[in-house]
């Protein structure tokens, strides 16, 4: 029972990380209709400049917590402005081409200047060390990920649901022409949801960076399991995202635990079933696929 | 064009080349046919571009031209190997590609042999095609015992290390008071091949596997199966994953504070996986290395050379493909060509010592057995100079390195 417990405990605390990850990338969806195959590389690039400002500029956790989803929201507009735009009245399947191709080049660059075994990077002060309670134990710094990257999602979520910007962007998005009717410059908001969505895929490199090797290709296999995510929950669906990702952090861990070497298997064995019951995704609107 | 009549042309192509060169230059070789197609062409077959780039990788070629570069200062015009031409080409990791790489390399570029091959299956691929083509294969980058083993072939060598060698430093573990051990593997043929070494390894000096527990590789989150190690209330996890799996694994472990009630062993490290993750965050950690750069002036020296050329320090890689380019110039030394048999010759049965090998031995079996060391991760305030990370606390003579002739090998 003791390790039942532990091991849920553990699959929250990973799916918190899983639903933050994946959060930018449903918010680029659901905003744009792009499928941004680049927002694992966009992750890499967060851990990496999180290493970097360490060693170069002596530049700690907490601020690059702030730096970095700030330096790759302005990159993320840099990348919607010069290439993504020129796409987005096609067909999705060329955003997603053109995005697969952005992480590839941007994952060979950063293994040309930083070769391929990696960066190192030091427990953030503070976070470090075990918590207990009872029989179960927990590393500090997971329950730290745990709580920050639920703070995240609310806080996204309700500046979406509940403030003005969020309908705008809303409704600049789901209805555009009619938002253009209503005296709303809708391109003006298109280029900061994606630098948005980049930084949140950046923010979620940054909390990497103390428990994960630091390395150009950290975000190639990652970007799979986060598709499978925003799949289950249903693409453009934020909701859907947090709540698949809570979901595939319990799959996983419970396959762990149980059934080692089935434990990523099965994060596609649900994502079949769930595709096969409702194809829009747990969260989907059936017009969005 | 018919194939038979390109044929006649290539072929009247090559031989006018050789007369070409045997005019061109250089000493006469002895009998005038020293060298098979007027130059010795050494092939490098590595990963250039993915995980076992910097372990390998572009700066092989560094440590081989440096091997050229002795060669040619030791012999001056008594070489019989005039023209030695270095070539590369990136096997991706990947059995197929490194197959169709292998052939290119004998049949169309003319490689003499070829060095390095990291990935187990990749390894086995090229040693396939270099029995077909009955030119040399120098392994020594791949881990697997196979190559010594059921797939054994005359022109197959393995040079560096093997799962079995990796796994003798946890006697010495053992030995240390760490006699319940957990093992956390990659579910595939290294991981495989690594568990059951280091279990037979550990049961042999008197120790006991609590559980082995496979993982999926590749794999970002091991929370739950340290989780799951640390339940058997072991005296040692042993981990065998590589590359990032490794670094992702040591993160998490350390994280979750088990290094204060657990000590950590690990399978197959190279310095370059040290570097990249942070002393600290490894110290303390035993482990079996097949050379250090650090370890006395012969190594150091090479290590200068070596960072002067490519500002980082050789790994037990870098150095073991010197010391087979190295040994393979030696061997057409003494054979007087770069025939490839009669190179084999020279080689068998040989006793090699050199910067990589001390008291190395070409085994019948191909295996090519040395002395290698148990290793401990330096504590972050014994660091004297970059990469001055390990601390080598115990040699194994090279006959207890290495298992005996594997049986299962028949050529």
Known sequence: MDAFVQYTLQGLAAGGFYALAALGLAVIFGALNVVNFAHGAFYMLGAVLTAVLLDVAGIGFWWSLLIVPVVLFGFGILVERVLVRWLLGFDNLYTFLLTFGISLVLVDIIKLRYGVSGLPYEQPAGLGGLLSIGPIQLPVYQLFVFVFSVAVCAGVWLLLAKTRVGMIVRAATEEPDRARALGINVSRWVTPVFGFGVALASLAGVLAAPFRAITATMGSNFIIILFAIVVIGGLGSILGAVVAGFLVGLVEAYGQGYASTFSQILIFILMAVVILVRPAGLFGRRESV | ?411
């Open chain 2, 1 to 411: 064009m018919t194939r038979k009549s390109s044929s006649l042309v290539v072929g009247g192509i090559t031989a006018a080349a050789l007369v070409l060169t045997g005019c061109a230059g250089g000493p006469p070789a002895p009998d005038g046919s020293a060298l098979s197609d007027g130059k010795v062409t050494i092939g490098i077959l590595n990963d250039q571009s993915g995980v076992y780039r910097d372990l390998s990788g572009p700066n092989t070629r560094v440590a081989v031209d440096m091997a050229i570069a002795d060669y040619r200062e030791k012999y001056g015009d008594e070489a019989v190997a005039t023209e030695i031409e270095v070539i590369t080409s990136d096997h991706q990791n990947k059995p197929d590609v490194a197959n169709t790489q292998a052939q290119q390399m004998y049949d169309r570029r003319g490689a003499d042999i070829i060095l390095d091959v990291p990935t187990s299956s990749a390894a086995l691929a090229v040693a396939e095609v270099a029995a077909a083509k009955e030119r040399l294969f120098i392994n020594v980058t791949a881990a697997t015992m196979e190559l010594t083993g059921a797939s054994c072939n005359p022109y197959t060598f393995h040079w560096a290390y093997n799962t079995e060698m990796l796994a003798k430093g946890a006697a010495g573990v053992v030995e240390d008071g760490g006699e319940s051990w957990a093992i956390v593997y990659p579910d595939y043929a290294f991981g495989q091949g690594m568990n059951a070494s280091f279990t037979a390894a550990v049961e042999a000096a008197g120790g006991e596997v609590l559980e082995s527990i496979a993982t999926p590789f590749p794999n970002d989150n091991f929370s739950t199966f340290i989780t799951r190690a640390a339940a058997q209330d072991p005296d040692v996890i042993g981990i065998m994953a590589a590359g990032g799996d490794l670094i992702n694994f040591v993160k998490q472990y350390n994280q979750a504070g088990m290094q204060e009630s657990t000590t950590l062993a690990v399978g197959l490290m190279f310095i370059t996986d040290i570097h990249s993750l942070g002393v600290d965050q490894f110290s303390g950690t035993t482990f079996t290395d097949a050379w250090y750069w650090n370890y006395d002036e012969q190594n150091r020296e090479f290590a200068d050379r070596f960072t002067q050329l490519t500002d980082t320090r050789p790994t037990f890689a870098h150095a073991g493909n010197y010391s087979a380019a190295l040994q393979y110039l030696e061997a057409i030394q003494r054979a007087g060509t770069d025939d490839a048999d009669a190179v084999i010759a020279e080689l068998e049965g040989a006793e090699l010592n050199d910067l990589f090998l001390r008291n190395g031995v070409v085994r019948s079996d191909h295996s090519v057995i040395h002395d290698s060391y148990v290793a401990r991760v330096k504590a972050a305030d014994d660091v004297e100079e970059p990469w001055d990370y390990e601390a080598i606390i115990a040699t194994i003579p090279a006959e207890d390195a290495f298992s005996d002739v594997n049986p299962n090998c028949s050529m």
